[in-house]
């Protein structure tokens, strides 16, 4: 399902090519950081999304670049209106 999503994704990305032949650079050298998981708010789909949105207004906040892995697709609505 959707929710074990995003720790499939950091569990595979130790077996990736750091180096990018188009950037020839490694991205990850600027500094990624993987917070820990949102744990979900189960009363109403409008409390989750302004729990993502929360998180990422602080990291908006804090001069951070925030880039969402895995879970259910109509989350992204609350991290993108704290972007706009």
Request: glycine content about 8%; overall charge negative; aromatic content about 4%.
């Amino acid at each position: 399902g959707t929710r074990d999503g995003a720790r499939a994704i950091v569990d595979a990305s130790s077996q990736i090519e750091l180096y990018n032949a188009d950037l020839d650079c490694e991205p990850a050298e600027v500094g990624i950081h993987t917070l820990d998981p949102l744990e979900p708010d189960f009363r109403a789909p409008d409390h989750m999304l302004a729990r993502v949105r929360e998180a990422t207004e602080r990291l908006l906040d804090d001069g951070k670049f925030p880039f969402l892995l895995g879970g259910e697709h109509s989350l992204t609505s609350g991290a993108v209106a704290a972007c706009k």
